[in-house]
């Protein structure tokens, strides 16, 4: 009887990414429910809470690494993830899984922020990210997209038209 080798260690690396998004998930839930409790910030920030305060207009600064703490937020997955990028619901795993396997071949293509003064808002990538902050990384390649505030006149003529 042979032994596809081969296929044993896919195996393996399967079962071992599949460890590893459990203690994560795990550790993300005990975070959420303490700091339910006791009343912490847990949440990823969401980037529509910004839209009314910034400029439509976006400009692309490229593809570059960025520091993997400065990814606060979200633009419309906050609830899947805590703000460690730990994920939160079970269905999560295979994708998870995956890419934590794709990683160790350091070939995962760049994410997709948005970028609102010093914080980065993943648009696509957030497994991608919490698979980097789980392995230790501290920075992650990124297509970033910047959206700057709106212009102090504007803000004042929009309260002007604010009814009394």
Known sequence: ???????????????AAFVAFKQIRTRARLR????????????????????PDLSPARRYLGAQEIPLAQITGSVGRCTDFDRAFHPLKAYLCDRWANVFQLSQSGNL?????YRAGAQYFVEDGHHRVSVARTRGMTSIRAEVWE????????????????PA
């Open 1 to 15: 009887m042979l032994i596809n080798v081969s296929n044993v260690m896919a195996r393996i690396a399967a079962f």
């Open 32 to 51: 959420f429910w303490r700091s339910h409790l006791f009343s912490g910030h847990a949440k990823l920030d969401s980037f529509a809470d910004l839209l």
């Open 109 to 113: 293509p760049p994410i997709r922020v």
């Open 147 to 162: 959206y700057t505030s709106k212009p102090a006149a504007y803000q004042q003529s929009r309260l002007c038209c604010l």
